[in-house]
């Protein structure tokens, strides 16, 4: 089966996404920029994952040399990396541009966008010279070009993620390499609960949309699992949401008893 390196996989869809791979007989690293998440990240699939062969590295995808070096200790743990899927990414609270702080604007902007091309850079150098791979990039809101108010920092970067992909598609033209993107749609995971810790009432207020919208990663990580490992195709966008699949979750909202957020609360 399948060697695969996931950034940003300590928690949310890239750590739904290393189980999966694991379950399925794959070979994964997983990383995150907090060694204490990684250690505990590689128990819990350890515990889920009995006979899975998982390892873990501290890496902040801000840091080229970092993002090397992730490189470098994962073909220590495995003979090859056949997928590299660049997930880290992070938000701030809600609000509008002016309002974000220089620290939280660089950390958006720097993971978002230089952890993909970084990431990129270094899995596309060292799969040519093994002769074959495949990169996936996770995109997000923004990533079609839509704009939401209190999100335009965040919707800026997965912006740029759709943009590059595309381009790192063409750069790679007759090269043993398949480039393509994640777009998982609205997932409930710690970066959207966390854009709401201080403020239940906003909480409050978006839950019922998000009981419409949204979806566990227990469904949709092994789902975007299964069509990478079905792939080979470049250029591909593997796309768990959908315009109509929308429309017909609204529509049928007034009948149905959907529950994603369940009690999910939010502390003051």
């Known amino acids: 089966m ?3 390196v996931i950034t940003g996989s300590t928690r949310g869809i890239g750590f739904g996404m290393a189980s999966a791979f694991l379950e399925r007989g794959c070979s994964v ?38 993002v090397r070096s992730l490189w470098n200790n994962a073909r220590e743990d495995l003979d090859c990396i056949d997928i590299w899927i660049n997930n880290a990414g992070v ?15 660089e950390k958006v902007v720097a ?11 270094v899995a596309f150098q060292e799969m040519l010279d093994q002769g074959f791979g495949a990169i996936y990039n996770t995109e997000g809101m923004g990533s079609d070009g839509s704009i939401r108010a209190g999100m335009i920092l965040y919707g800026t970067t997965k912006c740029a993620v759709s943009y590059f992909t595309r381009g790192l598609v063409k750069e790679a033209k007759g090269k043993p390499i398949v480039i393509g993107t994640l777009s998982p749609g609205m997932v409930i995971t710690d970066l959207i609960t966390d854009a709401y810790r201080g403020k239940p009432g906003e909480w409050d207020r978006v839950k019922r949309i998000f009981n419409i919208i ?4 227990e469904n949709v990580a092994p789902w975007l699992v299964d069509q990478i490992l079905r792939n080979s195709r470049t250029g591909v966008r593997i796309r768990r949401s959908s315009r109509l699949r929308l429309m017909l979750r609204f529509l049928c909202a007034p009948f149905s008893k959907r529950d994603i957020v369940g009690d999910i609360e939010i502390q003051d």
Request: proline share 3%; hydrophobic share 35%.
């Open 2 to 4: 399948k060697n695969v």
């Open 29 to 66: 690293v997983i990383s995150g920029s907090k060694p204490e998440n990684v250690e505990r990240a590689l128990e819990m699939l350890r515990d889920q994952n009995a006979a899975g062969r998982v390892y873990g590295h501290t890496c902040d995808v801000r840091d080229a040399a970092q």
């Open 91 to 105: 938000n701030t609270s809600p609000g509008m541009i002016w309002e974000s702080s220089t620290l939280d604007t």
């Open 111 to 121: 993971t978002n966008i230089l952890g993909v091309v970084y990431g990129s850079q």
């Open 214 to 217: 949204a979806d566990r990663v």
